[in-house]
């Protein structure tokens, strides 16, 4: 049920977007196809759910109290997901959606389904959606989460109404994790989760901080040759205990993450410093500051579009231990 392990009833930076979608719904003109957008972890799948409640007038992750023999869930709700085995939603899911949809309603009320995350359909199962978003059956909501609409058709775009979902004001994100962390500071994790508010609080829950102090203390042994980039790599890729079959990739994803985070912050602190450099004729030590500097910020540049590129070749099954090693070596005795 949208894999959400916690429902929060109150997420403040949503409060405009669920209230106009509250009032749509009361007044009977809900867009047929919704498209909410946003950053994983900024309560896109809350948000949904909230609109399947008021479209079926009560949670749908819940069974009808008035037949005790269906299964819990509302039978007038689907949710299309990524398989476990998988890495994109098939055709074949969206075939077997789009039946249901065309199917007689149970409550006679109204059918509402989640496609999630929407940008993951392979080419034919958006093109076996299209016609379906083109003429949707009468009482029927298809709501269609992403995070990126460069990755899903503009026909699929264009047919559906977008709510974007922005990071929220810092200090309300801040104030909201505050409030279920018992006030721990979580300042740099939510800045390094996109200020994204769920998953900082996932990643505190966690224990992130902990794992990305053991990345930090490897880079600096990198940095110092006191470890080997194919011990770090090895130590990165391999699967911690506690996490399932299939979800190393996950692990490597948020360790792609962190370092990628970790480069952006040097970058941005190499380019305020050229900033408040002096202008003109310079001394040959602060000449040669202003060098040192450059190389780091093209070192850094350099790091972060192989991160970029492996982070999409992970997801092609290709030997991520060996290309991290590769990617780590840049780090061995100083990156820059």
């Not at 065309?102 to 299209?130: C, E, G, Q, W």
């Not at 995070?147 to 047919?159: D, F, G, K, W």
């Not at 579009?305 to 990617?327: D, F, P, S, V, Y």
């Amino acid at each position: 049920m949208l894999n959400l392990k916690k429902i929060y009833g109150s997420l403040p930076w949503l409060v405009e977007q669920r209230q106009q979608l509250t009032d749509l719904v009361a007044a009977d003109r809900c867009p047929h196809a919704l498209l909410i957008q946003g950053a994983e972890g900024s309560g896109r799948r809350h948000l949904a759910l909230w609109v399947a409640s008021e479209i079926l007038g009560m949670d749908p992750s819940r069974g009808l109290e008035s037949d005790p023999d269906t299964e819990v869930g509302h039978p007038d709700f689907r949710t299309i997901e990524v398989l476990a085995d998988k890495t994109r939603i098939g055709t074949d899911q969206i075939r077997a959606l789009i039946e249901f949809i065309n199917l007689t309603s149970y409550s006679a009320n109204a059918k509402v389904v989640v496609i999630y995350p929407a940008d993951t359909m392979v080419k034919n199962a958006a093109n076996a959606l299209l016609k379906t978003l083109e003429e949707p059956p009468a009482n029927t909501f298809i709501l269609l989460i992403c995070e990126s609409l460069v990755r899903l058709p503009a026909t699929i775009v264009s047919r559906c109404q977008r709510i974007r979902i922005p990071p929220p004001p810092e200090q309300m994100a801040l104030d909201w994790l505050a409030d279920h962390t018992a006030g721990k500071d979580l300042t740099a994790l939510l800045s390094f989760s996109g200020g994204a508010p769920l998953a900082t609080l996932a990643l505190h829950e966690a224990d992130f901080a902990g794992v990305a102090n053991q990345y930090a203390a490897d880079l600096k042994s990198l940095e110092n040759r006191q470890v080997s980039p194919v011990v770090v790599a090895e130590r990165w890729a391999k699967k911690p205990k506690g996490v399932e079959k299939g979800e190393e990739k996950k692990q490597l994803e948020l360790a792609l993450q962190w370092l990628y985070w970790r480069l952006s912050r040097r970058v941005h602190a190499g380019l305020e410093a050229l900033a408040e450099s002096p202008s003109g004729e310079m001394s040959g030590a602060a000449s040669l500051q202003i060098s040192q500097i450059q190389q780091t910020l093209q070192a850094c540049f350099r790091q972060m579009a192989q991160i970029r590129e492996l982070r999409l070749l992970i997801k092609g099954g290709i030997n991520a231990e060996l290309n991290l090693a590769g990617l780590l070596m840049d780090w061995y005795g100083g990156l820059g």
